[in-house]
């Protein structure tokens, strides 16, 4: 298997696992969650997810320790953070010397109608836009209309 064909597949895996962790959180109420990606001393890093429910983080029981899917778990989480938001969800990331926090809170409004079984794919869809997707989002779409001048 090529090098190139590897790391698309890592990444298709990081995705996969994001969205899973997501429906998974999204569908038992939750609606605020967070990626940590921490540096441990040994020089091997985690993923960690986190769900925010009573106003307290709880760690998710799994997490992921292989290299290579921590990287590309990494690099796909960074890429959904240069977009910041969109219609249905916000990005944020907070960082300190040996820990990278991406904390991502869905609207509820938006989402509450696609909570269940297909939830998995339809935050695929919503997170990971192909090149024939539209660009632009609803909130860009829409045009204040121009005051007409008196005369």
């Known amino acids: 298997m090529s090098s190139a064909k590897a790391a698309s597949q890592a ?3 990081a ?3 994001i969205c899973h962790e997501f429906a998974r959180m999204l569908n038992s109420g939750v609606w605020t969650v967070r990626i ?3 540096t441990m001393p040994e020089g091997n890093n985690e993923v960690w997810f986190y769900s925010h429910r009573a106003n307290l983080w709880r760690k998710e029981p799994d997490r992921v320790t292989d290299p290579e899917f921590v990287l590309a778990i990494e690099e796909t989480v960074e890429m959904l953070a240069t977009r910041e938001h969109a219609d249905e969800w916000t990005i944020r990331r907070h960082d300190s010397h040996d820990i990278h ?3 991502v809170r869905f609207h509820r409004g938006r989402l509450e109608q696609r909570l269940g079984a297909n939830l ?6 919503l997170l990971f836009r192909d090149s024939h997707d ?3 989002d609803k909130r ?3 045009r204040t209309p121009r005051r007409k001048e008196m005369m």
């Open 134 to 136: 539209s660009k632009r």
């Open 15 to 17: 995705r996969d696992r």
């Open 11 to 13: 990444v298709d895996e």
């Open 36 to 38: 940590r990606i921490a």
């Open 140 to 142: 860009s779409a829409i």
């Open 120 to 125: 998995e794919s339809a935050l695929a869809g």
């Open 101 to 103: 926090d991406f904390v």
